[in-house]
């Protein structure tokens, strides 16, 4: 197939007979452009998005490179987070909080907790995210952004995120947010491309007159 685990066209198609208001969106936003991250190490990748959580991409990205560079690899390696001295953590930039679930992070992976990525693969959605939310640092949206952007799910609505929610209530004429549980309700007639509904009610945020 492509890079994700569907096929894009399929889905944008099947949520516009699904949902007129979605359908609308749609065709507002145009094609469906979301990129696909390839995933080659899941420690690699979460230890990523630890880092850049809740910082901006210019910051967190400087932190990262830093932080590789202690160890003059090219990528992160659980290892050699275990083995570094804190206070040479912290000297890149990460922050008491990111450290403390970095290490938990790479020793979980270390013990095998944390799948290697062809067990990842055979999983299924809530399994890895009941896993990996176990990780200190890690909560339920940073494994769902995994599923959508890195393993390419095609069924993934993360009912917490902010601007899916506010997407959601400018494409169906809401005047407030709506509540997580109502928009869980409302999205099973997105199923089973969820993922894609998704990407496109962040578009609307974008697009649509606030």
Request: charged content about 25%; aromatic content about 8%; hydrophobic content about 45%.
């Amino acid at each position: 197939m492509n890079e994700f685990g569907y096929d894009p066209q399929e889905a944008v198609e099947y949520l516009s007979s699904a949902d007129d208001r979605m359908a609308a969106l749609i065709d507002r936003a145009g094609p469906f452009t979301m990129q696909i991250r390839r995933l080659h190490d899941p420690f690699e990748a979460l230890a990523r998005n630890i880092i850049y959580q809740q910082l901006h991409g210019k910051a967190a990205a400087a932190i990262h490179a830093r932080v590789i560079a202690l160890f003059g690899k090219s990528k992160l390696r659980p290892q050699d987070i275990l083995a570094a001295p804190e206070e040479e953590l912290l000297s890149a930039g990460l922050s008491r909080a990111k450290l403390a679930a970095l290490k938990d992070l790479a020793a979980r992976t270390v013990d095998g907790t944390i799948p290697t990525l062809a067990r990842l693969r055979r999983m299924g959605d809530e399994e890895i995210i009941e896993l990996l939310t176990k990780v200190r640092g890690i909560g339920r949206w940073t494994a769902e952004m995994l599923l959508m952007f890195r393993l390419g799910r095609p069924d993934v609505l993360p009912v917490g995120d902010y601007a899916v929610r506010k997407g959601f209530a400018l494409t169906y004429g809401l005047e407030a947010l709506p509540k997580p549980k109502q928009l869980e309700q409302y999205g099973e007639r997105w199923r089973p491309f969820r993922s894609v509904a998704s990407w496109y009610l962040w578009r609307a945020v974008d697009i649509l007159p606030q």
